[in-house]
Structure formats: C-alpha cells, structure tokens
C-alpha cells in the first residue's frame, strides 16, 4: 500500500533542499499513516474544498495557504470558535489529511507556483531564465495587459496602480504575497515597467508605485489577488504527481477568488 | 513662537496614555524645533502629498500611515534606492517634518479615526456605544450597504464576500488593517451581519467568512480598502486641531486610493 506519508515523502524527493527545517509545511490534520485513496490539490483547503475532496473519495489534500487562518495555523486563538470547530470536525469526519505545500514549492526550480502560472498565461518563450520570472512581452499596454491577465486567468478585476494607456513590454511577476521589502527591492534594482503580484499591503509597494509614478517613473503595477496568482501552480501540481503516482486519482479543485467587486 | 514639538506636545494633552513607549508614532523627517508654519493632515505621506504641502507652504505633515513603504519607516534597507531618496531629497528641500499620529489617534477616546468615519458615514445615532463601532442600522442589503459606503466615503469599488441580496442590520467597523486576529475574533464573539474593514490578509478573514458562509452562517464581508477606510478620520483631525490651535492654517490632504480597478 501506498501511505499518505509515502507521497508526501516522494514529492519532497524532487525538491532542493528538502526537508526544510523551518517550515509551514506541515500535516495540520489526520493521520498520515493511513493509505491514501486520492489527492487533491488546491490554493487553499476552504470548508467547501474539503467537501467537494470527501465527495471525490480523496483523503489527502494538498494545499498551499493555511487551513486556519494564520500562516502558522496556529489554533489555540480558536479553540472556542464555531467556524473552526466546524471546519475541523468536517476534517475530522472524513478522515482527510490536510498538508501544506508552500514554501517546498516554491522552492522547486523552476519555482512550482510559477511555472503553473507562466503556462496558464502561455508566456513561457518571453521569459530567458527559467529561474527569474521576468518577461519581455511584444509590446502592449498597462489596459491591455490587465485584460489578457483577467481573460488567461480567469480573474474577473484586477486592482492597478498607474497609467492604463502606458505603453510596456518588461513585466515582472512575483506571485502570492512576498511582502513590501521583496516587491519594492525587486522594482528598486530590475528594469522592469509592470509589476505583476498577488497581494501586498497597501503601505508598501503600491505607494512606492504612486511615488514613483509622481516622480516621473514610467512604472505601473497590477494587483491579481492572492489566490488568483497562485492557483495555476496548485492545477500545474496535478500534472507534475501525475507523472509520480500515475495510478493515483489526482484532482485540482479550485478554491476561487473569494471577492466580488462592488 | 509655537514650535512643531509644540504641537506635537499639545496633541499628546489629549491621548489617554500619551505619551506611549512604543510607538510608530515619531518624527520621520525634519527640525520640530522650527516654528510651524501650517498643518497638512493625510491618510500617508506620499510624494504628491508633500509636494501640496510645500505649495501650500506647511511645515508639518501629519500623516497617519507610513511614509517610507514600511510600518516601522525602517530606511536602512532604501539608502540606494532611487524612489526613497528623491523623497527624502523633496522633505529635507522643503523643510518639512512628518510626524505620524497612529498609534495615540486610535487610543483617543473616541478612536479619532473611527470618529471621523462614523461622522462621514452619519451613523452616530446608530452606534450605542461610542466606544465600540457596532451599528444597528434600519434594514438594509449587503449590497445596498456596499452602495451607501462607496458614495458616503467617495470609494471607486469595494470588495465583498458574501451575498449581496442578503438582508443585514447589524454592522461591525474595523477600519484599517487591524490583523486577522483582531478582525476573526471580533466575528466570533460578536452578533453582526456585517463586518467593515479596511485591509485583510487574503488568507485570513476573508477565508473564515467564506467558511461561514459555506456553512451556513448569515454573514458577509466588505473591503474598503485601507486610505477608504481611514482618511475621513484624517479629515476629522483638522477640526479636532483647530479647536486647539485656532490660528494656525490646517488643510487636509486626501492621498487618494491608489487603486484603479479594472
């Protein structure tokens, strides 16, 4: 038979590194001794993610943000909430495993997330290093790239800092939530004219953007949500376990922006 | 003569606990021992604000966000940064001083930003208890609500989770970025339809309403952005400051959202 930590143990095999130390990427429930029935693989282990896993017969989820609500799923804080003690008992259940695959797969080379998105957006040939997500694009607009994002994406608005009509052709993309210092080095030593990212805080790069604009920079920055940028990397991880574990049930189930704009 | 650390030191008069050890509130910029020339009061220094500043030939900014990307305005890791330092070059040519009010503006009693939210709002009958911003309003819908905030606050666009035909009546506020903690235990602890809030981390709040509602919960999240969410209460601190200083020029500067939604 083949364990839930057996697949586990087989993925961190192809990963630089692997074990890290210091990781969320952990079990956050379940017992992993247990045979895995099948996989599913999502951005995040949503109440309605592990539904649709119990209804596909799948004991293993494979997730890439907290289950919890905190980047440490840490629960002591929740001990008396009803949502969580609903979530967990849900878990609890079904006899389904949640693990995290985050920081591992990002460290993946090429980077796991990325690769899934740089061919949901089929811009692998505008990108010379495999390892550096910077693309020289036949030249667009801010608008018009905003819009092949949301139609390659299927993302339904995306937030912009800077001038839609400004011409571009060098975008970089730094999925997920890298934080201030991470976007705002990389705009302070790359010769890029779109930023591309997940989520940030809106003390930080999208006002070193507007200050940048106010100076005369020729620079824009397009905001996808968190989930939006990642969520191709989790649907790439079904094809890239495929070729592992090629008689196991694999699924992505997408967990969807939870936003709608107003 | 009036100094700007006079101002500083009469605003602190009226902060219970002021003044506090640990802080953000300090002087990022410039000589407080210069007289005041005006007051500028915004939501976050950026480089236009300044630059309004200067034409209006005030000396002191108020701010209550960040003015270098960061919220402990650390610049150590900006000394070569070309967008920081024409910032810098901009303040100390202008002469002018940044002081941020966050941490002592939300410890007034009232929360001068909350005030000043609820003032834009005109929800102050609806809100029992000064101190706590829990509002029963007359019946309403998650999305007529979103309406009423978007052209009471002046907002482009705001982002929900939740169903905008539910019916809603009591609403929490939680302006700015308070952490998923705060905003996740506010809504576990308390009755409320709705829940206002500035700025979230993608994989909190927003995924605990969205496990509510999946399981059933009557509940919905609205997203006003953080400057949205907080300028009115930078709007509110001329008032309040004219009370003190009836003879000193005090114009408010609104930084705007940054955001573009497209």
Chains 1, 2 share one sequence.
Not at 7 to 20: F, K, S, T
Not at 223 to 233: D, F, Q, T
Request: glycine share 8%; charged share 20%; proline share 6%.
């Amino acid at each position: 038979m083949t364990s839930i930590q057996d697949v586990i143990d087989r993925i961190l095999q192809d990963i630089p590194g692997a074990p890290l130390a210091d990781t969320v990427d952990t079990f956050k429930c379940g017992d992993p001794s247990q045979e895995v029935t099948g996989v599913v693989t999502t951005f995040l282990a949503s109440y309605a993610v592990i539904q649709r896993a119990a209804e596909l017969g799948a004991n293993l989820i494979i997730t890439h943000e907290p289950t919890f609500y905190n980047h440490l799923d840490d629960t002591d804080w929740l001990a008396d909430d009803p949502i969580y003690k609903a979530k967990r008992a849900l878990l609890e259940e079904n006899g389904i495993v949640v693990w995290r695959f985050h920081d591992h797969w990002h460290r993946h080379r090429p980077d796991g997330i990325t690769t899934g998105v740089v061919r949901a957006l089929g811009w692998e040939t505008y990108m010379p290093d495999s390892d550096m997500p910077l693309f020289t694009l036949p030249e667009t607009s801010v608008g018009a790239l905003a819009a092949e994002l949301k139609a390659k994406l299927a993302i339904a608005t995306v937030r912009v800092v800077g001038d839609l009509a400004m011409p571009c052709r060098r975008v970089g993309l730094m999925v997920g939530a890298p934080g201030g210092q991470w976007q705002i080095g990389f705009l302070g030593t790359t010769e890029i004219d779109v930023l591309l990212t997940g989520e940030l805080h809106e003390w930080e790069t999208s006002e070193y953007v507007r200050d940048a604009i106010a100076q005369g920079c020729k620079l824009a920055l397009i905001v996808l949500g968190h989930a939006n940028s990642e969520e191709p990397g989790m649907a790439y991880l079904v094809d890239w376990l495929r070729e592992r574990f090629p008689d196991l049930p694999i699924t992505h189930v997408p967990v969807g922006d939870p936003f709608t704009f107003v």
